[in-house]
Protein backbone atom coordinates (compact mmCIF):
# COMPACT_ATOMS: atom_id res chain seq x y z
CA UNK A 1 0.00 0.00 0.00
CA UNK A 2 1.27 3.48 -0.92
CA UNK A 3 0.35 6.87 1.20
CA UNK A 4 -0.48 9.77 -0.50
CA UNK A 5 -1.29 13.40 1.49
CA UNK A 6 -2.74 16.56 -0.58
CA UNK A 7 -0.89 19.31 0.56
CA UNK A 8 -3.00 22.89 0.53
CA UNK A 9 -0.92 26.10 0.71
CA UNK A 10 1.88 23.72 2.34
CA UNK A 11 -0.48 22.20 4.88
CA UNK A 12 -1.41 18.40 4.89
CA UNK A 13 -5.31 18.20 4.80
CA UNK A 14 -5.66 14.91 4.45
CA UNK A 15 -3.97 11.30 4.08
CA UNK A 16 -5.00 8.38 1.71
CA UNK A 17 -3.89 5.04 1.17
CA UNK A 18 -3.59 3.65 -2.02
CA UNK A 19 -3.42 0.28 -3.34
CA UNK A 20 0.23 -0.11 -5.14
CA UNK A 21 -1.76 -1.55 -8.53
CA UNK A 22 -2.89 2.00 -9.14
CA UNK A 23 0.47 4.07 -9.33
CA UNK A 24 2.25 0.76 -11.34
CA UNK A 25 3.45 1.91 -15.04
CA UNK A 26 3.56 0.22 -18.01
CA UNK A 27 6.54 -2.02 -16.48
CA UNK A 28 4.81 -2.98 -13.07
CA UNK A 29 7.10 -0.58 -10.74
CA UNK A 30 5.94 1.76 -9.15
CA UNK A 31 5.47 5.03 -9.89
CA UNK A 32 4.64 8.25 -7.29
CA UNK A 33 3.78 10.16 -10.62
CA UNK A 34 1.42 7.95 -11.49
CA UNK A 35 -0.41 8.11 -7.63
CA UNK A 36 -0.19 11.82 -7.64
CA UNK A 37 -2.29 11.64 -10.63
CA UNK A 38 -4.40 9.05 -9.48
CA UNK A 39 -5.15 11.06 -6.35
CA UNK A 40 -5.84 14.26 -8.21
CA UNK A 41 -8.26 12.32 -10.44
CA UNK A 42 -9.83 11.07 -8.08
CA UNK A 43 -9.94 13.62 -5.11
CA UNK A 44 -8.70 16.59 -6.80
CA UNK A 45 -5.83 18.64 -5.48
CA UNK A 46 -2.18 18.38 -5.32
CA UNK A 47 -0.72 14.98 -3.84
CA UNK A 48 2.35 13.53 -2.32
CA UNK A 49 3.70 10.31 -1.40
CA UNK A 50 4.30 9.99 2.26
CA UNK A 51 6.13 6.77 3.76
CA UNK A 52 4.41 5.29 7.05
CA UNK A 53 7.86 3.45 7.73
CA UNK A 54 9.68 7.67 7.27
CA UNK A 55 11.66 6.28 3.81
CA UNK A 56 10.99 9.09 2.41
CA UNK A 57 10.19 12.87 3.52
CA UNK A 58 11.89 12.36 6.54
CA UNK A 59 8.14 11.96 8.11
CA UNK A 60 4.90 10.71 8.02
CA UNK A 61 2.68 13.07 6.53
CA UNK A 62 -0.02 14.52 9.67
CA UNK A 63 -3.03 15.97 8.77
CA UNK A 64 -2.23 19.79 10.09
CA UNK A 65 1.43 19.45 9.61
CA UNK A 66 3.48 20.83 6.46
CA UNK A 67 5.41 19.85 3.50
CA UNK A 68 7.84 21.64 2.98
CA UNK A 69 9.00 21.70 -1.04
CA UNK A 70 12.26 23.06 -0.28
CA UNK A 71 13.49 20.65 2.01
CA UNK A 72 11.41 17.89 0.50
CA UNK A 73 10.05 16.69 3.95
CA UNK A 74 7.07 16.56 5.85
CA UNK A 75 7.02 18.37 9.37
CA UNK A 76 4.71 17.55 11.79
CA UNK A 77 2.41 20.15 13.87
CA UNK A 78 4.55 22.62 16.18
CA UNK A 79 4.07 20.89 19.49
CA UNK A 80 4.80 24.24 21.56
CA UNK A 81 5.89 28.04 20.93
CA UNK A 82 9.27 27.38 22.11
CA UNK A 83 10.06 24.53 20.65
CA UNK A 84 12.86 24.44 17.15
CA UNK A 85 12.62 22.41 14.22
CA UNK A 86 15.48 20.37 13.72
CA UNK A 87 16.34 21.00 10.07
CA UNK A 88 18.32 17.48 9.73
CA UNK A 89 15.46 15.18 11.01
CA UNK A 90 12.56 18.30 10.23
CA UNK A 91 11.36 17.28 13.76
CA UNK A 92 10.43 19.81 16.67
CA UNK A 93 12.54 19.85 19.68
CA UNK A 94 12.30 21.18 22.76
CA UNK A 95 14.56 24.12 23.27
CA UNK A 96 16.56 22.63 26.71
CA UNK A 97 17.72 19.77 24.14
CA UNK A 98 16.63 17.79 27.15
CA UNK A 99 14.09 14.97 26.14
CA UNK A 100 11.14 13.75 27.56
CA UNK A 101 12.35 11.79 30.72
CA UNK A 102 9.03 9.71 31.20
CA UNK A 103 9.44 6.13 31.34
CA UNK A 104 6.05 4.73 31.62
CA UNK A 105 3.80 3.39 33.08
CA UNK A 106 5.29 5.29 36.25
CA UNK A 107 7.00 8.17 35.88
CA UNK A 108 4.86 10.65 33.54
CA UNK A 109 5.85 14.35 31.98
CA UNK A 110 4.61 16.78 30.65
CA UNK A 111 6.45 20.12 28.87
CA UNK A 112 5.86 23.21 30.80
CA UNK A 113 5.98 26.15 28.21
CA UNK A 114 6.13 28.56 31.03
CA UNK A 115 9.44 27.25 32.57
CA UNK A 116 10.90 25.56 29.76
CA UNK A 117 11.05 22.40 31.09
CA UNK A 118 9.78 18.99 31.82
CA UNK A 119 7.17 18.86 34.92
CA UNK A 120 6.64 14.98 36.43
CA UNK A 121 2.60 14.70 36.56
Not at 58 to 76: E, L, M, Q
Request: contains cysteine.
Amino acid sequence: MAHFAKIEDGVVTNVIVVDNSDILDSEGNESENIGKTFCSNLLGGEWVQTSYNNNIRKNYASIGGTYDSTKDAFIPIKPYPSWILNETTCQWENPTGVEDPSTPPDNLYYWDEDSLSWVEA
